[in-house]
């Protein structure tokens, strides 16, 4: 079993625990009949090439990949691919009915309705997962990360779970399908931040 999965299964020492959400590799073809690689998700399980586990502890190993994953997010929110540099091409799904009340919406399998994809042009590296996945390299995000004590770009094991939470515990509000608008809403210590998106998908109103 990898020092990853271990770390995240509870079985190394001390850390408090990190919810597993897996970045899923795999090979689809694109409309062109090109083989594609989505990946989903935050680096909650995140990959590890394998000198990132030479010379490391596991708890060193698991913030190594995470930091790894992550500034591969943060390239990809930008819009810049990270694997060739190429400029994506992204777009966004809202699930029409959806209701999250077990967790995840059984009319479309996700926790949150809006949802982010990111599409390489030029190299099979692609993207999917909930809509945060494009505000991660916002400043007001990463601000707001920093200012209640959290490395948005490189956490401690200790921090990692509070960094997820932020990321994840949010509230999103669909203001319009046509064009496409809607309020994104992160917690951290009684404090919010509300970051409004338009059809553009850029962040056009910010509330704290």
Request: aromatic share 6%.
């Amino acid at each position: 079993m990898s020092l990853l999965r271990r770390a995240n299964r509870g079985e190394l020492p001390p850390g408090p625990g990190v919810e597993v959400l897996h970045r899923l590799p795999r090979t689809e073809p694109d409309p062109e009949g090109r083989p594609r690689r989505p990946r989903r998700g935050l680096p909650r399980e995140p990959p590890a090439a394998p000198a990132g586990v030479q010379g490391r502890t596991a708890s060193e190993a698991y913030e190594a990949a995470w930091t790894w994953a992550n500034l591969e997010f943060l390239a990809e929110a930008a819009g810049v691919c990270s694997r060739c540099s190429a400029a994506l091409s992204e777009s966004v799904t809202v699930c029409e009915s959806h209701t999250a009340e077990e967790d995840v919406c059984a009319a479309c399998g996700n926790r949150h309705a809006v949802q982010f994809s990111a599409d390489c042009p030029n190299c099979i590296n692609d993207l999917r997962g909930p809509f945060v996945l494009k505000l991660v390299s916002h400043t007001e995000l990463l601000a707001f990360l920093t200012a209640h004590g959290l490395n948005p770009v490189a956490p401690s094991r200790d921090s990692v779970a509070a960094v997820d939470a932020v990321h994840m515990d949010y509230e999103e509000e669909v203001c319009s399908r046509e064009p496409f608008e809607a309020r994104f809403t992160f917690s951290a210590d009684g404090d919010t931040l509300s970051l409004t998106v338009d059809d553009d998908l850029q962040v056009v109103d910010v509330e704290r």
